[in-house]
């Protein structure tokens, strides 16, 4: 019999729309592609839907493209959130066990992670999702999940995901005004974790750094749980916007400068050129004030990086390292300038279990749909289903159109 689920991902970036069909052959466990697309978008800022009519005709059209690349039925997606007003707190909940065997249950786990919800939040802002970090038993530190085991008080520790709800409003807004339901929110950074970090290096304690256009997001794991996350309000777009000021030319022309030229190595070894000249925007410049300009910006973002490392106080303790994705992470020497900065080995980043998608700017995508297929082999059963699973549909319910 073939068992095979498809799910759609939807990445909402400030820079482009990208969309996803994958199918998992549950036999093989094989991911494949079905479709993919990529669609310039202006209705994002540093990572939130500030426009909701601009995003939902850029999704349109990114349907258009998977239908025609023969996805036959789109529905429901897995969509990420982005922006510096989504951030972690930490916090905790405590339950008696309820049954007479004194077994915890499925339901005390529920109810534990409930408890631990009920944070004091400013009016607009709300609980996303709560992620446990670790469960105990009478005071004593259980294994991975505490189910099963007996005793008479279940504590969790979580780290409560929490949005600034007009962003969550305008998201869904967008996504369903394209006809389209939210099987599921995903902040992007944990999406390209799951895509570029694997169990085992999220064991060892490791991190990954998706550097978009309008936010840079980090999320640092250690015995294979989060224990930080955050989002800073500046990415690549920055860098181009200081280029078009610092030469006095056009976003457009900036941007193409930045990926043609920019570089964050050392021209040592390297045949030196003295100044760089774009002869039909009558420009010319030296590679070094290029550097400098993209430097100081990228600085910025690494500073950020290097402060909730330290408030992490995890600093040389992710022996699994740090890995760098999204577009911006395209930046020639930014591997070398990021192992100098944080003092921890790091490299780019690439996506397993999808093969064939070699551009950083997808991890976000890929990773949501690998979330998806997680949660759906976690949360149900069926020989062949298409769309999104039980669990999600529920608490995301709001969001159908
Ligand atoms: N070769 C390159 N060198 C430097 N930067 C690049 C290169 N290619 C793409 N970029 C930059 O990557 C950014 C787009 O990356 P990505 O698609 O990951 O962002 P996004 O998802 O749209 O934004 P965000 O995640 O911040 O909302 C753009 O700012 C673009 O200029
Ligand atoms: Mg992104």
Redesign the pocket.
């Known amino acids: 019999m073939a068992r095979s689920i498809i799910l759609n991902a939807l ?8 969309m996803m069909t994958g199918q998992k052959d549950l036999g093989t466990g094989d991911v494949t592609i079905l479709g993919q697309t ?1 669609v310039p ?1 202006l209705g ?1 800022r ?2 939130e839907v500030s426009n909701p009519q601009e995003v939902t005709q850029a999704i349109i059209v990114a349907k258009e493209h998977l239908k025609k690349s023969g996805v036959a039925k789109i529905k429901g997606v897995l969509v ?1 959130i ?2 510096s007003r989504l951030y972690a707190v930490p916090s905790q909940g405590l339950v008696s066990v309820s049954r007479a065997d004194q077994k915890i249950s499925k339901e005390d786990i529920q109810r534990v992670l409930q408890a631990s919800r009920a944070l004091n939040l400013p009016s607009n802002k709300e609980v996303l999702d709560v992620l446990p970090k670790e469960f105990l038993v009478d005071g004593e530190e259980a294994p991975v999940t505490p189910l099963g085991l007996a005793g008479i008080r279940l504590e969790a520790k979580v780290l409560l995901i929490c949005v600034f709800s007009p962003v969550l409003e305008s998201l869904g807004e967008a996504v369903t005004g394209a006809g389209l339901e939210i099987g599921g929110i995903i902040p ?1 950074s944990l999406a390209s974790a799951r895509a570029c970090l694997t169990p085992q290096q999220k064991e060892l304690g490791a991190g990954v750094v ?8 980090v999320a640092f794991f250690e015995e294979g749980k989060l224990i930080d996350f955050a989002i800073f309000p500046w ?3 920055h ?2 916007n200081d280029i078009a000021i610092g030469l006095r030319t056009e976003i457009a022309t900036a ?1 193409r400068i ?2 043609e030229f ?1 570089t964050l190595a050392s021209s040592k070894g390297k045949k030196r050129v003295s100044k760089i000249e774009i002869p039909e925007k009558s420009l010319s410049f030296s590679p070094k004030f290029l550097k400098g300009i993209i430097e100081a910006r990228i600085s910025e973002i690494f500073s950020e990086i290097q402060k909730e490392l330290k408030k992490t106080s995890k600093q040389n303790l992710l022996p699994g390292g740090i890995v760098l ?8 020497g930014i591997v070398e300038f990021a192992k100098q900065r944080l003092k921890l080995p790091c490299r780019l980043g690439r996506v397993k279990d999808i093969p064939g998608i070699e551009d ?5 995508c890929a990773g949501l749909l690998l979330t998806g297929f997680d949660l759906e082999i976690e949360g149900g059963e069926g020989p062949h289903r298409e769309g999104i699973g039980g669990i999600f549909k529920k608490i995301f319910k709001m969001f159908s159109p």
Request: charged share 20%; with cysteine; proline share 2%.
């Open positions: 990445d909402i970036g400030t820079s482009s729309i990208k990529q978008c994002v540093k990572g990420n982005g922006g992007s998706d550097i978009g256009a309008g936010d840079t997001g990415g690549s777009s860098i181009t941007e930045k990926r920019g994705t999204g577009g911006g992470a395209k930046l020639p950083s700017a997808f991890s976000t």
